[in-house]
Antibody, heavy 116, light 107 residues
Framework: EVQSVESGGGLVQPGGSLRLSCVAS????????MSWVRQAPGKGLEWVAS????????YYVDSVKGRFAISRDNAKNSQFLQMNSLRAEDTAVYYC?????????WGQGTLVTVSS | DIQMTQSPSSLSASVGDRVTITCQAS??????LNWYQQKPGKAPKLLIY???NLETGVPAVFSGGGSGTDFTFTISSLQPEDTATYYC?????????FGQGTKVEIK
């Protein structure tokens, strides 16, 4: 069974940092692009970032470029999202998702709240 | 960025009704379109990929169609368990973008 489990969310002050982690299982992690998609409270879905199978390519939505960094560790079946200079508008549930086009498998999400 | 516009934003229909949601892209996306279902407090679930292909395990009560800029998503016979928000998503280029969602409720 394909599973992804996110962790690392929480309450952080504006300007602060958080690192999200996602551990995946049930598939050959190193064979798939991985992505992060977020959802602000009561709002729609927003793609945040994607990383290639070997980590050699990364793509971001404009609103997080220069502040967020996606990475992965294929040996640990894990991907990460380093989030710096956090803003109130980054408040959302962050989902770890397999793929970069068809988002077929999603984690349960981790809530990030940016507030003073 | 490609804008995805869904309509309606919400709808209420009776059990057994045929329900159709439309999604319009701001430019030609061929058939690079997916549809997702999201129930409250849950992660989204892929229902339809490449505009018209039913995801494995998804009941055939759901269907999708269209190409270019105009797409449809249909529930042929609405059931109480179909209460959810439905999103379209394009993947012809980056950034991947979603429609704003259509909330489907039972009347």
């Amino acid at each position: 069974e394909v599973q992804s489990v996110e962790s690392g969310g929480g309450l952080v002050q504006p300007g602060g940092s958080l690192r999200l982690s996602c551990v995946a299982s049930g598939f050959t992690f190193s064979s798939y692009w991985m992505s992060w998609v977020r959802q602000a409270p009561g709002k729609g879905l927003e793609w945040v970032a994607s990383i290639k199978e070997d980590g050699s390519e990364e793509y971001y939505v404009d609103s997080v470029k220069g502040r967020f960094a996606i990475s992965r560790d294929n040996a640990k079946n894990s991907q990460f999202l380093q989030m710096n200079s956090l803003r109130a508008e980054d408040t959302a549930v962050y989902y770890c998702v397999r793929g970069r086009s068809n988002f077929r498998f999603w984690g349960q999400g981790t809530l990030v709240t940016v507030s003073s | 960025d490609i804008q995805m516009t869904q309509s309606p934003s919400s709808l209420s229909a009776s059990v057994g009704d045929r329900v159709t949601i439309t999604c319009q892209a701001s430019q030609d996306i061929s058939n690079y379109l997916n549809w997702y279902q999201q129930k409250p407090g849950k992660a989204p679930k892929l229902l339809i990929y490449d505009a018209s292909n039913l995801e494995t395990g998804v009941p055939a009560v759901f269907s999708g169609g269209g190409s270019g800029t105009d797409f449809t998503f249909t529930i042929s016979s609405l059931q109480p368990e179909d209460t959810a928000t439905y999103y379209c998503q394009q993947f012809v280029n980056l950034p991947r973008t979603f429609g704003q969602g259509t909330k489907v409720e039972i009347k």
